[in-house]
């Protein structure tokens, strides 16, 4: 079935601790998204990927890296995490950025540092 | 600054009709999406306005009006699936999505 494919699915950390958050799709969309969601807010851009081999900085960049070495991979790396970092997090595709193309979203990695 | 606002919660009865508000401030515009999230899942696409008016799908529509700034999502006969968080999101400038918290709703038999 074609979809975004995130994992873990869920996952206990010990702070300081390096992790790295995998996402795959298969639907050969361009754009790729990491969003994070905690209670109360609505979902923060992390970072964002327009197009395989470029990326950029969404609203929260701070403590976390990506790269977009191909059209199907967005990892998402947390170099020490800290107890803040602790949200669920999302990833999602869309065909394109941008105009009337919606996201799709996996099903979510939920971080729990401690 | 870019904001969504809509409300947290709520409530209506199986069969009826709920309509759930968004008003919106984004550096430039480029569409107004709405999201069907259930509790523990993932977002899913429901509809997408960039023009004025009424678009309907089914027993779910998405109203805007751009220069008000506010859109809207109506759920017609509504059933017990629908209970779910509802979330509102802008597209900016750059076409980025800035998004509500969400709207709780809980539907009750």
């Known amino acids: 079935i074609a979809g975004i494919t995130q994992a873990p699915t869920s996952q206990i950390l010990a702070a300081g601790r390096r992790m790295t958050l995998r996402c795959t799709q298969d639907?050969?969309?361009?754009?790729m998204y990491w969003y994070r969601q905690d209670l109360g807010l609505g979902l923060r851009l992390i970072h964002y990927s327009n197009t395989a081999g470029t990326t950029g900085k969404g609203e929260v960049p701070d403590g976390y890296s990506v790269s977009r070495a191909n059209t199907d991979d967005f990892p998402l790396t947390l170099a020490s995490a800290v107890p803040s970092q602790t949200s669920v997090y999302f990833c999602?595709?869309?065909?394109?950025?941008?105009?009337?193309?919606?996201?799709?979203f996996g099903d979510g990695t939920r971080l729990s540092i401690l | 600054g870019q904001n969504i606002d809509q409300p947290t919660e709520m409530t209506a009865t199986e069969g009826a009709i709920v309509q759930i508000n968004c008003t919106y401030q984004t550096s430039g515009f480029n569409g107004l999406f709405w999201y069907q999230q259930h509790a523990g899942e993932a977002p899913t696409f429901l509809s997408y306005n960039v023009l004025d008016g009424l678009e309907e799908k089914g027993r779910f529509s998405s109203f805007l009006s751009r220069s008000k700034g506010y859109s809207y999502l109506l759920l017609k006969e509504l059933q017990m699936k629908d209970s779910a968080s509802y979330l509102c999101?802008?597209?900016?400038?750059?076409?980025?999505?800035?998004w509500g918290a969400g709207t709780k709703l809980i539907i009750k038999p």
């Open positions: 999101a802008g597209m900016d400038s750059n076409y980025q999505l800035i």
């Open positions: 999602a595709s869309s065909e394109a950025a941008g105009g009337n193309q919606p996201q799709h």
């Open positions: 639907m050969r969309h361009n754009a």
